[in-house]
């Protein structure tokens, strides 16, 4: 056999304890947070966004995967928008359970190890009681049951896998809860925001240097399986934006109203604290109280607006 230098390379690199990392969706709240953790990491990123390289194309994505000589995939991909999933359910299947089997598959091929991010959605949310892993999922709308569609996939082929369920994420980056509180909250006086459904707002930068992390560890210590992650504490959506309009000082009035009051077309999960003491233990971590991940936030948010 000729040996070739990327062969050697390759070899080199491997011998050194270093993965090639692939981080599918890093244009993403999630993927971007994870590009900015990753900053001196020990590994070798490659970070796409869906622009750059579709989840979607498997073809395109197994070219790149042995181009690059990739051994780990982060799937940060995923269809989101949980109301127009309703209308655009083949579209929302597509990327969050299609393209993830195609992912799965492609890693049972080459060995690789696939970390997917799931959803506090795979579950019904009529309980009161922190939901474990061990929970058996119904989801209540299209984006729920085509992120568990996702997951069940992975399972079934049986690949080496790590699936992380999160919850109310929120980031300096994209579209998010917190940059839409921020900017209502200063162009009007008065918000209604429902107070009837309960859960845990998490920074996507925890769960980003969480990753980072993780991979860094030796690739024989790679964790498998199903594990929530999501910040400390528990809220209401009315409380998450109180507690960002006090941090930042606006004077807008929010009103807590029942989800009734609020309709949408996808239902959203009533309770969906996830119990996290699984990957507490198996991890060894301790995580952050979502009030002092929001400060942080916040402060990042205030520092970019005012030095722009």
Not at 97 to 111: F, I, M, Y
Not at 181 to 207: H, K, N, W
Not at 254 to 282: E, F, H, M, N, W
């Amino acid at each position: 056999m000729r040996i070739t230098r990327a062969w050697m390379s390759l070899i080199h690199h491997l011998s050194m304890g270093k993965s090639n990392i692939l981080v599918l969706g890093a244009g993403g709240q999630l993927g971007q947070e994870l590009q900015a953790a990753a900053e001196g990491s020990v590994q070798h990123y490659f970070f796409m966004s869906r622009s750059e390289l579709d989840v979607t194309d498997l073809l395109a994505v197994k070219l790149f995967v042995q181009k690059h000589h990739i051994d780990t995939i982060v799937n940060c991909s995923a269809y989101t928008a949980v109301d127009r999933a309703e209308d655009e359910a083949e579209e929302a299947d597509h990327i969050n359970h299609q393209a993830v089997a195609g992912l799965a598959e492609l890693a049972k091929e080459c060995g690789l190890y696939l970390i997917h991010i799931s959803t506090d959605y795979v579950f019904r949310g009529d309980s009161h009681l922190p939901i474990t892993e061990d929970e058996i999922p119904c989801p209540q709308s299209v984006y729920g049951r085509t992120k568990l569609l996702g997951e069940e996939a992975i399972r079934h082929t049986g690949c080496h896998a790590l699936i992380l369920r999160t919850s109310w994420l929120y980031s300096t980056y994209g579209a998010n809860f917190v940059k839409t509180m921020c900017r209502l909250m200063q162009e009007r006086e008065e918000l209604s925001v429902v107070f009837d459904q309960i859960g845990t707002p998490t920074y996507a930068r925890d769960l980003a240097l969480f990753l980072v992390s993780i991979l860094d560890q030796n690739v024989g210590c790679r964790h498998e399986g199903t594990y929530h992650f999501a910040d400390e504490g528990v809220c209401s959506w009315y409380d998450f934006a109180e507690a960002i309009r006090h941090h930042m000082g606006y004077h807008c009035r929010i009103c807590p109203v029942r989800s009734g009051q609020y309709p949408t077309k996808a239902t959203r999960p009533s309770y969906s604290v996830l119990d996290k003491s699984k990957l507490k233990r198996a991890f060894g971590v301790t995580l952050p109280h979502w009030q002092t991940s929001l400060e942080e936030c916040l402060r990042k948010l205030t520092w970019t607006d005012t030095n722009e």
